[in-house]
């Protein structure tokens, strides 16, 4: 099996990798993100972050180039699968992903390796810095100045759940037999047999402009009428591509949410008062026309965005092979509850591994 050797020499800790490794690290920040759900938690809303772990393990392990690559793997996979690369929720990702990242990559490099820091730190330092962006994010995307009131809630949550992912990464890097395996294999090549590129068809050029016109439109026009309007087109157009089935709840907290907060700077003609509090027509106003636009933003994605769109150039063969290799990852609550969360996603991290690395060193002895 073919070697890869980092540029310049390998720094004490990091370890070469394959264009197969970046890839099945990337699968399993998808993997990990579906693997939450299926956990009880306290509260139907609180999120432990388990899609983290890989980038917390790959940020010990890897060069600075390699965890930047699997971060942007990770953003756009998930960005394909819930069809959002297109809405402000992948800018949300992408910023508080890149930055949780870096600081922790700085943190590893300055205190983790000289042993001044544990991993709990590390990733309290990324959840710091998640969080931090997401507050900026949310008061020019959301809630303005009104962002204040929301921001300790956002920083108590980001502490608990980047100190229990500090827990739960010394935890699983103590027992996992997948980790041994995966970290002792050589170099592996991505895709050694790689079918014929397909062309792009009239069909998918033509998706791609009507997106374009259709996300353009919805973000540049202030009429507040005019932006639901097309808000109640693509919702009807997503309910019949979905056949009905279609989670609302997200976009309802999100009108709901960001009007709320608009009405709290009141500006404009006096509607009505509720229970002292002035509900003014300029805010209204406000707050529908930019819930309408990150709605809309979103229903347009995910009408147009599916998990098996083709994007071109080696990128677009690294997100296939992230994408193959999550398909192929399945869990359901009964594998969690036998073996523990832990234990189950060991398990099947390894004989998926196992299985990926087995197969590529056939299709490399044919090929030699």
Known sequence: MQQHSAPGGKEEGVESIGEMQLAFLSAMCLFLSAVEYAVPKPLPFMRLGLANLPVII???KWRFKSVVLLIALKVAGQALL??????YIFIFSVSGSFASGIVML???????RRKIISSIALSLSGAMANCAVQIILSSFFFFGKSTRFIAPLLCASSSVTGFLMGLFCNAFEEMSEWMKAFFSSSAVCLNPDKPEKKKISKYSILKTAFLAAS???????????????????????????????????????????VTVFSLLTPYGKVLFELWG??????????GLQKSGTLVGMVLVSKYFMDADIRIPGKIGDMVSSVMEIFRGMSFTRKEIKESGIMGAVDGKLLSI???????NNESLSRRN
């Open 58 to 60: 790959a940020v010990k």
């Open 82 to 87: 819930s069809g959002t690369l297109f809405s």
């Open 106 to 112: 700085v943190f590893h490099r300055i205190f983790y």
């Open 215 to 257: 996300m353009i439109f919805i973000i540049t026009v202030k009429d507040v009428y005019a932006v639901w309007a097309m808000v109640l087109v693509f919702l009807a157009l997503n309910l019949v591509k979905k056949h009905g089935n279609m989670n609302l709840l997200p976009s309802v907290v999100v009108v709901v949410s």
């Open 277 to 286: 509090w002035k509900i003014t027509g300029g805010a209204l106003e406000a």
């Open 353 to 359: 591994w196992k299985e990926i690395s087995g197969a």
